[in-house]
């Protein structure tokens, strides 16, 4: 996968992809990830990237030719792939992580880091996606993307060493995750679930699944609410 990223503060990336599994991965050749600053395409000798908005009003904009120069250069390079251009947002789709599996499947991701009060208009046309990291506004779009890319990159084949473990994480089942517990059996009188350690596989799995519906309805009842129990899932639930 090939991820570039344009933004107008590229020593911002610099160390957040030089650990542990993207590190990994970037290493492995699995992903190729390049920071590009496009105050490089900014307009005049000045080298403009932002402008007042017409008809008046607070805040400067980030304007439309920088951003469409800079996806020209993109396209010049990688004519062939198809790729997904990705807008960070406050006011677009709030990530999740059906969103990161989602850009895990694809060959080429670009993310647009804005720093000023919004996006020219015209610059949503070139986009495929427009997605905020939640409901708060960051100084700029770069720790957004950071963690959308973080979240998909550990997705790729190969990324995480336990493959299991990504598809039991919380959120890709549509749970939390069930509560986990090692040793020590007992740790300041905290005693370790029976059924952990009674080593029979299907009373296990089925603690784990009412543990992780438990959990769910207690901390996040909006995910219950978008699911369809079955009958015996609805019971542990009433229990
Ligand atoms: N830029 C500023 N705030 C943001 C947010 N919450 N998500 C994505 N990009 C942003």
Same mark, same amino acid.
């Given at each position: 996968?090939?991820?570039?990223? =344009?933004?107008?503060?590229?020593?911002?990336?610099? +160390?957040?992809? &030089?650990? +542990?599994?993207?590190?990994? /991965?970037? *290493? #492995?050749?699995?992903?190729?990830?390049?920071?590009? &600053?496009?105050?490089?395409? #900014?307009? #005049?000798?000045?080298?403009?990237?932002? *402008?007042?908005?017409?008809?008046? #009003? /607070?805040?400067? =904009? $980030?304007?439309p030719e920088p951003i469409f120069e800079a996806i020209d250069e993109i396209d010049k390079q990688t004519s062939a792939s198809k790729k997904r251009i990705i807008l960070m947002d406050p006011a677009g789709k709030p990530f999740n992580q059906a969103m990161a599996e989602d850009f895990s499947k694809e060959e080429h991701l670009v993310f647009i880091c804005g720093h000023y009060e919004g996006y020219d208009e015209r610059i949503r046309t070139l986009v495929t996606d427009e997605v905020s990291l939640g409901d708060y506004v960051l100084t700029g779009g770069e720790l957004a993307a950071m963690v959308m890319i973080d979240a998909t990159v550990r997705l790729l084949p190969g990324v995480v060493g336990n493959e299991a473990s990504v598809v039991e994480d919380s959120h890709s089942t549509g749970l939390l995750e069930h509560p986990h517990y090692t040793r020590p059996a007992v740790y300041k009188g905290m005693e370790v679930p029976a059924v952990l350690t009674s080593g029979?596989?299907? &009373?296990?799995?089925? @603690?784990?699944?009412?543990? +992780?519906?438990?959990?769910?309805?207690?901390?996040?009842?909006? $995910?219950?609410?978008?699911?369809?129990?079955?009958?015996?899932?609805?019971? @542990?639930? *009433?229990?």
């Amino acid at each position: 996968m090939k991820i570039d990223i =344009l933004t107008l503060f590229p020593e911002m990336f610099e +160390s957040p992809f &030089n650990y +542990s599994m993207v590190k990994r /991965a970037i *290493d #492995g050749g699995q992903v190729e990830i390049q920071p590009i &600053n496009f105050r490089q395409y #900014g307009v #005049g000798k000045h080298q403009m990237v932002d *402008d007042t908005p017409y008809g008046g #009003g /607070a805040g400067m =904009l $980030l304007k439309p030719e920088p951003i469409f120069e800079a996806i020209d250069e993109i396209d010049k390079q990688t004519s062939a792939s198809k790729k997904r251009i990705i807008l960070m947002d406050p006011a677009g789709k709030p990530f999740n992580q059906a969103m990161a599996e989602d850009f895990s499947k694809e060959e080429h991701l670009v993310f647009i880091c804005g720093h000023y009060e919004g996006y020219d208009e015209r610059i949503r046309t070139l986009v495929t996606d427009e997605v905020s990291l939640g409901d708060y506004v960051l100084t700029g779009g770069e720790l957004a993307a950071m963690v959308m890319i973080d979240a998909t990159v550990r997705l790729l084949p190969g990324v995480v060493g336990n493959e299991a473990s990504v598809v039991e994480d919380s959120h890709s089942t549509g749970l939390l995750e069930h509560p986990h517990y090692t040793r020590p059996a007992v740790y300041k009188g905290m005693e370790v679930p029976a059924v952990l350690t009674s080593g029979h596989h299907g &009373n296990i799995k089925e @603690w784990r699944h009412k543990e +992780s519906l438990r959990r769910t309805l207690q901390r996040r009842p909006d $995910l219950i609410d978008e699911m369809e129990l079955t009958t015996k899932e609805q019971e @542990w639930l *009433d229990e």
